[in-house]
T-cell receptor, first 116, second 115 residues
Framework: DTAVSQTPKYLVTQMGNDKSIKCEQN?????MYWYKQDSKKFLKIMFS???????INETVPNRFSPKSPDKAHLNLHINSLELGDSAVYFC???????????????FGPGTRLTVL | AQKITQTQPGMFVQEKEAVTLDCTYD???????LFWYKQPSSGEMIFLIY??????QNATEGRYSLNFQKARKSANLVISASQLGDSAMYFC????????????FGPGTRLSVLP
């Protein structure tokens, strides 16, 4: 039983294309996140969703758009891909409530995106 | 300003020895959580241990313990009896209310366990 799953695991595409990465969690968590991990392994939050509401949107290009059809899914859509978008993208989830900062995040396996 | 600092980009330790990975943090919130994650070469992120700002005792989970020094704002990870499988990247992270409960990760420390 996979707690947080992402598809695809690998994505190779040409510059200028549009692509999506899907994420699903079966933990019943109410908050989901997208992270970008660059080649130096630095992990940066991109988006988080709580109960289908975007609660923080870091300064990422508007070519990136998160879409959450329901509490268990948070997909990442990327328009007009650029070389600098090549990275590993992680989805994560946690069970939060108002003011709850004590629960860990569970991460998906990551999607390695390569833009040629 | 960096909220999470990990000053050791790389560390080596001999198998079966203990190792300490440093983490210092910056917050003005009285309430926050500190987390350590492991990322082996296979790429997945594995949660290891958690420490709350109000916890009186240092957290322990098996061979992992967290040396929490609140006044110094440090939360070092101690791994006892290192194993070859401990070779990985280790990330320290923090959650605080004022940051919308989101996680902020440090740059990581790459640990290599030598046989």
């Amino acid at each position: 039983d996979t707690a947080v799953s992402q598809t695809p695991k690998y994505l190779v595409t040409q510059m200028g294309n549009d692509k999506s990465i899907k994420c699903e969690q079966n933990l019943g968590h109410d908050t989901m996140y997208w992270y970008k991990q660059d080649s130096k392994k630095f992990l940066k939050i991109m988006f988080s969703y709580n109960n289908k509401e975007l609660i923080i949107n870091e300064t990422v290009p508007n070519r990136f758009s998160p879409k959450s059809p329901d509490k268990a899914h948070l997909n990442l859509h990327i328009n007009s891909l650029e070389l600098g978008d090549s990275a590993v993208y992680f989805c994560a989830s946690s069970q939060d409530g108002a003011g709850n900062i004590y629960n860990e995040q569970f991460f998906g396996p990551g999607t390695r995106l390569t833009v040629l | 300003a960096q909220k999470i600092t990990q000053t050791q980009p790389g560390m080596f330790v001999q198998e079966k020895e203990a190792v300490t990975l440093d983490c210092t943090y910056d917050t003005s919130d009285p309430s926050y959580g500190l987390f350590w994650y492991k990322q082996p070469s296979s790429g997945e992120m594995i949660f290891l241990i958690y420490q709350g700002s109000y916890d009186q005792q240092n957290a322990t989970e098996g061979r992992y313990s967290l040396n929490f020094q609140k006044a110094r704002k440090s939360a070092n990870l101690v791994i006892s009896a290192s194993q070859l499988g401990d070779s990985a990247m280790y990330f320290c992270a923090m959650r605080e209310i004022s940051y919308g409960q989101n996680f902020v990760f440090g740059p990581g420390t790459r640990l290599s366990v030598l046989p």
